[in-house]
Structure formats: C-alpha cells, structure tokens
C-alpha cells in the first residue's frame, strides 16, 4: 500500500495551470524527491498532500484513504503528517521546547518531557531546549523544525525546500542529518527542492517536474544516467541541449556538421539532443567553433563556445593552452538523442 | 554640528526651560503627594484612569476585530471598511463629542428619543471612555493590521500540521504574535485618552454629578488666577508622570521582544473564506463601522440644519449665516494662518533635524509629542507670561513679551507637532537612495543643489504628507489653545468649544460641519495626490 498517492490531480491558480492531471505513488519507507525549477508546480503538489492547498480534481490517499477528493476533505491537523518549511516557521513566542512539545500537547500525551528531549536529541539541540528562536542561527531553527515535525512520529514527514535557505557548509551538514535521521526512524519522506545535488544525493526516486508534469520518475542514478527527455538532460544532468537536424547519420546545427557518435542512428528530420559538457572533445576533429569565453573552475577549465545563438560548454582539464577567440576543432564523444521534440 | 546644537538649543529654551519652570512653579516636591492625594485631585485621577483604560479597552473591542476582518478575510470591501474606521485620527475628538451628544445625550438625543428615555446617556466616565475609544480606534487597527501582514502564513500552516484546528491556530499562535503590537496600540490610546481635554470637559463637567479628570481639573485651577496656577502645575507633573510611566511600560513591553516578527510582508498569507458568513460578516463590520463613524459625523450635520435645537422637523441653512459673523470669519483666518505656518515650520525644522542625522537631537525634537498638551501649554504660560529681557554686549536690551500673543500659541503648536516633521523626514531620509544626490554632484551640481535636485525629491512626498498633518490636527486645536488663546481672540477650536458648552449648539454644529467639510476635502485631496505618486 502507497503511503501517498495522488491520482490524476490538477490544480490551477486563476488562468495558470500549475499542476496538470499529475498522479504519483510513494511507498511506505521511501524518500521521494520532487525536483524542478521555480514554477514548475512541486510545492503546490506538497502542499496539496498536506490539505493546504486543495486540488480542482483528482483524488489524494495517505496510506490507502482518500484524504481529499471532491467530495470529501481531511483538514491537515487530522493527517498525521509532519512538515518543514522552507521558511523554518518556528514560533518565535514559544522556546525551542515548546515548540517541539506544541504537536504532543494538541494529543494531550504523556511522557511529554521525555518525548520532546528525545526528539530534541535527534537533531542534537537538547542543550539549547530552553532558547528563544532569536537567540538560534538559521541552522538551528530548521533543526528545530524538523524535531517539532518528527516529535509525533508521523507517518510522512513533507521537507519544504528546507535547505535552500541555509549556506552550502550548513546545507551538507543538515542533509547528512536528514538521511541519518531517515535511517533510524524509517519515516517515508518527501522533499521538494530544486538543488539537483540534493535530490540525487538523498532520494531513493526522484520525481523531475517541468510545467506541472512530471518528465520522469526514477532512481537517482538512472535519471542522471539515463534522461528521459531533454529537460531531464538539462536540467538534471547539466547537459548541453541542442536541437538540430539529422541527415544521413551527421547532426547539423547552425551550419556545422557533427558527428553522431558510437554511430548512433538517427531518422532524417529535427533532432533534439543532449552532450554532457565532459562529452565534448576538443581537438579530436570535427567542424571548428570559436572559442567565447573560458571559465577556469580549479580542477576543470570551462570552456564556451558559440554556435550561432547557442552555446557549447565542454569541460577540459585545467591547464589547457585555448586561448579566447581562438577557433577550435569540437566533436561529441557520447551524446542522448531524443528525436524531435 | 553647529546646526545640530543651536536646534537642540532652541528646543532646550522653548520645551525644557518651561518644564523645569513649570516643575519650580508647583512647589517642593514634597507637598506634591499630599496634594496628589486630596479627595478633589484623587477624583481628578480616578477620571482620568477609568476614562483611559476604558477608551483603550473599547479601541481594543472595536479594533481587533476590524483588523482581522480586513486583513484575514475575504470581507466586503475591506479596503475601503479600513479607509472608513482610520479615518477618527484625522478628526479632532471634540467633534465626535459633539456627534454623540447630539445623537446620546439624555434629554433630546436621536438615539435617546428613539429608543426611550433613560437608557442612554453620553454624559460621565463611560460616555467619555467610549468617545475617546472610537476617536482612537486607527491606533489600535492600523499597528495590528501592521502585525497581521508580517505574521509569516508558514507560521500557521506549521500549527495545522501539527495538530491544530484552524480555531486552535487562532488561539495558541495567531493572537500571541499580534498581541504586543495590539498591547502596544492600546498603549498609544491611553496616553491620547489621558491628555485629552475637550471630550471630558464637555462630557464630563455637565454631567450629573460632575465628573473630573486631571487635564479637566489643571483647566479650572488656572482659571481660578494665580492661586490656582500652582496647584495646576502640581497636577501637570502627576499628568506628566503619567504619560511617561506608561510610554516607557510600552517601550519596555516592545524591547523585550521575546516575539520579533520579521520585517517587511509576511509570505504565503491565506486569507480565510468566510464562506455562508460572508454576507452576514460584511454587513455586522459594516453596520458597526456606520454606528461608530457615519452617525456621529452625520449627526453633526444635521444639528446644524436642525430648525430648532432637539426637533427634528424640516431642515433649514439658517443656522449658517454664524459662518459669516466677523467673530467666526476672524477665528477661521486666525487659526487658518496659524496652523499654515506652524505645519509648515514643522515641516522645514523637521528636516533640519533629521538632516543632521544625529539620534539624540531626533529624540530630543521627539520628545514633546509626548508631553500632554496641557501640560506643555501650561509650561510656556507660566514661562513666557511674564517678560523676559535679555541685554547683548550690554547695551542692547531684548523684551520678550510672548504672554497674550499668538506666538505662543505659534509656538505650542510646532514644538508638539515638531515629531511629526522629524519622524516622516528621518524615515524618508533613511529609505532615500543618496546615490541620486552623489550623481548630482559628480555632474556638477553643487551641495545645495545636489541636494534639492537629488535628495529632496525623494523626500518631498514623506514631508507634504506630516504637513498636512500637521495642517489638520492644528486648524482645529483645542487642548492647548484653551490656555494660551490672547484674551478676547478665538481659533476655531475655542470658538467651538466655548459655543458647545455654554451659547448655541446649533452655531457649534454649523461651524463644525464646515470644518469636517474642509477635512474630508483635505483627506479626499491627499488620497488622490498620494495615489497618483504611486501610480508614478
């Protein structure tokens, strides 16, 4: 049985369609990520698993009850859900303490002291239980957060995009404290972000959204290794998208012909595809470009080049002797070909 | 520096010098208590309190509700509930006094009348509490509006998933992070509703019985003559006290800041559907909104179309030619003039002093909106009664004589609103690009001008609104033009007062309906004016 399932959900704001007939499942123990760029309709699904925001139609289960369809509706305290924002929303007239104990209390439960401190301990902040939120840095409060969602033990913990707000040293900390956290309580989990590091490094799948659909859903190492559409390439995998033409086996693009490479087929028509910037060669052959700009990034050198509007990037070791404005002979060492798009 | 010190001494010679006059006139300290503690001066107290607390209780009743409705739900035509309910500040208390005995007092009142005799009467603590309450309603609804929008929605969202019903939610997390700033609006009330002195002494000295309070009870003894004047000025220091004990209560409450909402809009608000009450809703707040506000204004009105005081049979202007009498013509010119040049003034030293961006002399020109009115009017008249000389290189002898002219008056009127001026030029001081000014320079422009081409415009709107402002509050005083007013002179206030309490009502209408004429225009006028620099 699927601890979350939405079946054909859709959702608008006025004339914006932001999800469109979306249907997903996540199972019992499992960390799903929703990955996408701003916009694309990820926080509204969360938002609509958790009952604060309702769907136009289309049916929302928590582990095999309809939550909200259009005829009924589970208010979000009665969901047994946990849930961390992006914006920490600890209450700043409560202490850290009481805002953990708040969730216990509305359950009038026992052992309320004992359960907090536990709670509290996970996220290695039993020593500042008394604090007041202002006295806590940005890293603190979203441990806080995270033991008030969990002190309840619910069934799914929703994560808001709940790092973005922190810097990188804090993000990889806290990420590391969400997995280990997962491990020992076993808590399906779903995480909304835009940080593809985040998603692949956590998740045991990964939902990428784009414009209200999902454009794949898959383990992590197969979305990275094996995109199923150009923005998936893009987005996920960094990847030059160039779209194109094929004729007889070379891809023309702006007036240059590239190779296919490891002869892979292609009809005769508009062809879409992806070449990951470390796919690029240069000078091994191929039709020459001009050399736009050169980033060097410490143990790469990235290399841009212009074709037509478009942009190459390729990746090349950091001591290269490329000069700026310099043409230079480009080839595709692996690409992924989507046909026309 | 220089500028910033002969500021800070012109406020020392006009503000503090009088305080420290006024604290040498009421004697030795101690013969203040027993004074203090006199069953006339305790009464005076006891008004004073149980008519504050009360107005900030009914501010509270009144003003927490609105704010929720127009912020939190889809009420109708909230925006237009929150222009009606903010607009009292803008319209001196005694006018709404003056509505609601029209409309409440026991005899001839229209309520009265129409709901029977003996059941309400606007005369005594309660009529005065709650006057006082509507008059300073946008208090209370402006800074809690203020809270509700920076309360982040994650914040209640939070709650839910927690637990909470939307009910629990209200309770345990909306309302505690509202309250320092409702606490903090009721605060404000209260000091307004102590220095207040024209709607207790209509309401409260024909009462039956009398009752005082302290600013009621200062105006008495200095009209007793010397004798009195010391005994008013023992009680202008506990009204002073007063006023401070509670300010600093509010600015400790604001510095414990156990709850600091974060700056700036809150993120993700939801605003509830109100669903099947949304027409019952929108018709309550309407309603209530019409009560407190429309009725009294337009009771005014009617008075004075009335054909006979208290009947209510066919209208007529013949209450109006009060308007062209001299004596009215020269208390509308006067108070015209004075209150033109006295915004004006407030405007220009207000950016004087924010313009030498110094704290303490900001605290120091902030510093006397905080003295009641009376009390600072009793200060300057007991200062400047008298002549002062002062002799320059010893040969030149300056006479001071500010006792008995409208200087005084000129004088009172600035250095209360000088806050006004200061704290709307520092703001937009603080929010103005100085970029703009530094361009100017490098194209050219010198000090001066690089200031009046690049700074000023950025100010110029901050600074017209505190004028009229200032214009406003002071076309219509009454709290300190009643002690310091040339004997045989009138503004407009003391001319309303004086036929209110003692002549013919109905000329007081009349001339009240012209004045609120001028402020609905002058509000009407800046609406559009403000709304079209931001269309801009």
């Not at chain 1, 940005?138 to 806080?144: E, P």
């Not at chain 2, 309302?175 to 609006?185: D, E, F, N, Q, V």
């Not at chain 2, 309550?284 to 006979?308: H, N, S, Y």
């Amino acid at each position: 049985m699927a601890a979350v399932e939405l079946q054909e959900i859709e959702k608008s704001f006025g004339p914006t369609a932001v999800v469109k007939r979306l249907s997903l499942e996540v199972k019992e123990h499992e960390l799903l990520a929703l990955l996408g760029p701003s916009g694309c309709g990820k926080t509204t699904t969360l938002r609509m698993i958790a009952g604060l925001e309702r769907p136009d139609r289309g049916v929302v289960r928590l582990g095999g009850r309809v939550v909200d369809d259009q005829a009924s509706f589970t208010q979000p305290e009665q969901r047994g859900l946990g849930m961390v924002f992006q914006s920490y929303a600890v209450w700043p007239h409560k202490s850290v303490f009481e805002n953990v104990a708040y969730p216990l209390q509305l359950r009038r439960e026992g052992g309320l002291e004992a359960k907090v401190m536990e709670a509290l301990g996970w996220v290695r902040l039993a020593a500042l239980a008394q604090r007041r939120p202002h006295e806590l840095s940005g890293g603190q409060l979203q441990r806080v957060a995270l033991a008030r969602a969990l002190v309840g033990r619910p069934k799914v913990l929703l994560l808001d995009e709940p790092l973005s707000n922190l810097d990188v040293a804090l993000r990889e900390e806290l990420r590391g404290e969400i997995a280990s956290l997962r491990a020992k309580l076993g808590t399906t989990m779903v995480l909304v972000t835009h940080d593809q590091g985040e998603a692949l490094a956590l998740a045991d799948r990964v939902a990428v959204m784009n414009k209200g659909v999902i454009e794949q859903l898959a383990a992590p190492a197969e979305i990275y290794g094996e995109p199923a559409t150009p923005f998936v390439a893009g987005f996920v995998g960094g990847a030059n998208v160039l779209e194109g033409v094929a004729r007889d086996g070379r891809f023309f693009i702006e007036g240059h012909a590239f190779e296919l490479p490891g002869g892979a087929k292609a009809e005769n028509g508009p062809l879409t595809i992806a070449v990951r910037s470390e796919d690029v060669a240069i000078g091994a052959g191929g039709p020459e470009l001009a050399l736009q700009a050169k980033l060097f990034l410490g143990s790469t050198t990235e290399y841009r080049f212009a074709l037509g509007p478009q942009v190459l990037r390729a990746t090349g070791p950091a001591k290269d002797a490329l000069q700026p404005s310099q043409p230079a002979a480009v080839s595709f060492r692996a690409a992924r070909l989507f046909g026309a798009r | 520096m220089k500028r910033a010190l002969v500021l800070a001494t012109a406020l020392v010679a006009t503000v503090f010098v009088p305080l420290l006059a006024l604290l040498r006139h009421s004697g030795a300290p101690s013969t203040w208590v027993s004074l203090w503690l006199s069953p006339q001066a305790l009464s005076a107290l006891v008004g004073t309190l149980v008519s504050s607390v009360g107005a900030s209780a009914v501010a509270l009743l009144f003003g927490l509700p609105f704010a929720w409705l127009i912020v939190r739900t889809d009420l109708a035509g909230a925006r237009w509930l929150k222009t009606l309910v903010t607009l009292p500040s803008a319209i001196p208390p005694y006018l709404w006094t003056m509505g609601w005995i029209a409309l409440a007092n026991p005899r001839s009142g229209w309520l009265t009348l129409a709901i029977g005799q003996g059941t309400v009467d606007v005369y005594g603590l309660g009529g005065i509490a709650f006057v006082l309450g509507t008059s300073a309603l946008p208090l209370v609804v402006l800074s809690t509006i203020a809270a509700f929008e920076r309360i982040d929605g994650s914040l209640e969202e939070a709650a839910r998933l927690s637990g909470a019903s939307a009910l629990q939610t209200f309770t345990s997390i909306t309302l505690p992070l509202i309250t320092p700033a409702a606490l903090s609006g009721a605060a404000l009330v209260f000091v307004f509703a102590s220095a207040s002195f024209g709607v207790p002494y209509l309401l409260g000295v024909s009462a039956n019985p009398p009752t005082p309070t302290l600013t009621t009870r200062i105006y008495g003894e200095v009209l007793m003559g010397e004798a009195g004047l010391s005994r008013a000025a023992v009680l202008s220091v506990e009204l002073l006290l007063i006023a401070i004990v509670v300010l600093a209560l509010n600015g400790a409450l604001a510095k414990a800041g156990r709850v600091r909402l974060p700056r700036g809009k809150g993120l993700g608000q939801r605003v509830l559907s109100l669903g099947r009450w949304r027409a019952p809703a929108s018709a309550a707040a309407w309603a209530t909104a019409a009560a407190l506000i429309v009725l009294p204004l337009g009771a005014i009105f009617l008075t004075g179309l009335q054909p006979t005081w208290g009947q209510w049979g066919s209208l007529t202007f013949k209450h109006w030619g009060v308007v062209m009498q001299p004596r009215t013509l020269q208390a509308i010119g006067v108070s015209l003039a004075l209150a033109l040049v006295a915004a004006v003034l407030v405007g220009l030293l207000g950016l004087a002093v924010a313009l030498t961006r110094r704290r303490w002399l900001e605290t120091l020109a902030d510093a006397p909106s905080a003295i009641p009115g009376t009390v600072l009017a009793l200060a300057l008249l007991v200062t400047f009664s008298r002549d002062l000389r002062f002799i320059a290189f010893d040969r030149i002898a300056f006479v001071l004589a500010l006792g008995n002219t409208f200087w005084l008056l000129l004088l009172s009127y600035v250095v209360k609103h000088l806050a006004l001026g200061v704290r709307s030029s520092s703001d937009a001081l603080a929010q103005a690009d100085p970029t703009l000014g530094e361009a100017a320079r490098l194209s050219g422009a010198g000090r001066l001008r690089a200031f009046v081409d690049g700074i000023f415009p950025q100010l110029r709107g901050a600074l017209m609104g505190a004028v009229l402002l200032t214009f406003l509050t002071c076309v219509s005083e009454l709290t300190m033009s009643v002690l310091l007013i040339p004997t045989g002179s009138d503004v407009l206030g003391t001319l309303l007062f004086e036929l209110q309490s003692y002549a013919d009502p109905a000329a007081a209408a009349v001339i009240a309906s012209a004045l609120l004429l001028v402020v609905l225009a002058a509000l009407v006028l800046q609406g559009v004016v403000s709304r079209r620099a931001e269309a801009r």
